[in-house]
T-cell receptor, first 116, second 111 residues
């Protein structure tokens, strides 16, 4: 079956611009989580969506937002981009919400954002 | 805030050697997962451990969850060049069961 698809794979923006990243989960998966990965901080949790509702949120400023559609596809948006937003943004899907101790995440290949 | 400390941060070894990677925390986790991430790809789940003291084997990889469910280790026997990658541990716990990742161990296996 098809994996988690993230688009675009690479993008370059300038400070002050905004960006929208897209994630298509595995068919049948209703939960989508977003992570930011940088060399210094590792993977940091952004938010988790389940059935179009945000269920969990990490410690990121309000410039970072997301949404989930009825078909479980998700988008995240970053407004007023800063140099420090340069990172690999990873999306992961799972069948259920993260409250299950053994909940399995399947990650996409990520969207690499460079802010100049 | 639950934190996971991984050590070592970097590890470079020769093919055929054994190695152990550690993942430690002061917090208790309901479960702990290990992932491997290769360049240009997202992390791929290797194993999930849920019981304190649990040991799981995956071919040459042995995973152990500490008795107190605060730490874990990954041991690789007779490393191969294909084992090269970033190894991440991730723990689930707390009131919202958020998955917290360590910063990873970058393993390079040289031929």
């Amino acid at each position: 079956k098809a994996g988690v698809t993230q688009t675009p794979r690479y993008l370059i923006k300038t400070r002050g611009q905004q960006v929208t990243l897209s994630c298509s989960p595995i068919s049948g998966h209703r939960s989508v989580s977003w992570y930011q990965q940088t060399p210094g901080q590792g993977l940091q949790f952004l938010f988790e969506y389940f059935s179009e509702t945000q269920r969990n949120k990490g410690n990121f400023p309000g410039r970072f937002s997301g949404r989930q559609f009825s078909n479980s596809r998700s988008e995240m948006n970053v407004s007023t981009l800063e140099l420090g937003d340069s990172a690999l943004y990873l999306c992961a899907s799972s069948r259920t919400i993260g409250t299950s101790g053994a909940n399995v995440l399947t990650f996409g290949a990520g969207s690499r954002l460079t802010v100049l | 805030t639950q934190l996971l400390e991984q050590s070592p941060q970097f590890l470079s070894i020769q093919e055929g050697e054994n190695l152990t990677v550690y993942c430690n925390s002061s917090s208790v986790f309901s479960s702990l997962q290990w992932y491997r991430q290769e360049p240009g790809e997202g992390p791929v789940l290797l194993v999930t451990v849920v019981t304190g003291g649990e040991v799981k084997k995956l071919k040459r990889l042995t995973f152990q969850f500490g008795d107190a469910r605060k730490d874990s280790s990954l041991h690789i026997t007779a490393a191969q060049t294909g084992d090269t990658g970033l190894y991440l541990c991730a723990g689930r716990g707390g009131s919202n069961y958020k998955l917290t990742f360590g910063k990873g161990t970058l393993l390079t296996v040289n031929p």
